[in-house]
C-alpha cells in the first residue's frame, strides 16, 4: 500500500497534479456551496463558458490569460444580471442566451484570430501538464478567496438567505455581488486546467451537494465539502495513474460517486435511511 501511495510522487508532473488537486478541492466546495443555497448551480456553467472569448483574445494579445478569462467572466455575469433587472425575462433564460453567445464568440474568436488555443484541454483540462506557476497562481486565489470568505463571512451569509434584509439594514450587495461573481470566474479559471470548462461545474458543485446532504450548517458544508473535494481529487489522480485514465473525468467521477453514496446513505437526508421511508424498512 505504501508503495502505491509514493510510487507516483516520484515523477514531478504527478508532484504537480497532486498539488493544484488539493487546492482546487478545496476552493470550488467552498465557492461552490454559496452558489448551491442561493440556487445558482447552473450560474457557475454559465461563467464557465462565458470566459472562452477572453482566452481567445489573451493568446492573441500574448497577455497573461487570468486577464482576458477574468474580464469575460465578469462581463458575462453582469449582462446576465442587466437583463434580468432590464426586462421579464427570467435568470434561467437569460443565462440559456449568454451562456451560447459567449461560447460561439469564442469559437469564432479562435478560428478569426488562428491562435492556437488548445480547445482540447480548454474543455476536458490538463491536469499532468500543470506547471509551477499554475500552481502559484492557484494557491494565490485560493488564499484570497478563503480569506474574503473568513472575513465577510456574516455578511456573505446574510446577503446569501435574505437579500432584502441585507440591502434593508445597509449592506453594499451591488458590491457583494461583484466580489461572488469575481470569486466564482476565479475559481473556474484557476480549476480549468486541473478538469476543463466542462467538468468543473461538477467541482464547483459536486462535493459541495454531498456536504450539503449530510451537514446543516454552512460553514459545515464548507469543511466537509472541501474535505470530499480533497478526497476527489487525489484519488481521481491515483486512479488514472495507475489505470491509464483521463485525469479530470477520473477526478468527476470520484466525486460524483461519493454524491451517489450521500444520496442513498446520509443519515438524515439518505434515500435508503430515512426512517419513514418505504425503502428503509425493506432493506432493514
Known sequence: MLQ??????????????????????????????????????????????????????????????????FGAGILGASLIAWIRSQSRVKADAAMALTFSSFFALGVTLITVLKNKLDLDSFLFGDILGVTGADIQRTLMVTLIILLVVRLAYKEMLFYTFDKTGAQAIGLPINLIYFAFMSAVTLTIIVSMKAVGVILVISMLVGPALSAYLLVKELHHMMILGSVIGVFSSITGIYLSYYYNLPSGPAIVLVSSTLFILSLLFSPTQGILTRTKNPLSQRFR
Open 4 to 69: 502505491i501511495l509514493t510510487e507516483p510522487l516520484g515523477f514531478e508532473f504527478m508532484r504537480n497534479a497532486l498539488a493544484i488537486g488539493l487546492l482546487v478541492g478545496i476552493l470550488c466546495p467552498v465557492v461552490g456551496s454559496y452558489l448551491i443555497v442561493q440556487r445558482m448551480a447552473l450560474f457557475g456553467d454559465v461563467v464557465a463558458h462565458c470566459v472562452l472569448p477572453g482566452l481567445s483574445i489573451s493568446f492573441f494579445l500574448g497577455i497573461d490569460i487570468l486577464i482576458g478569462a
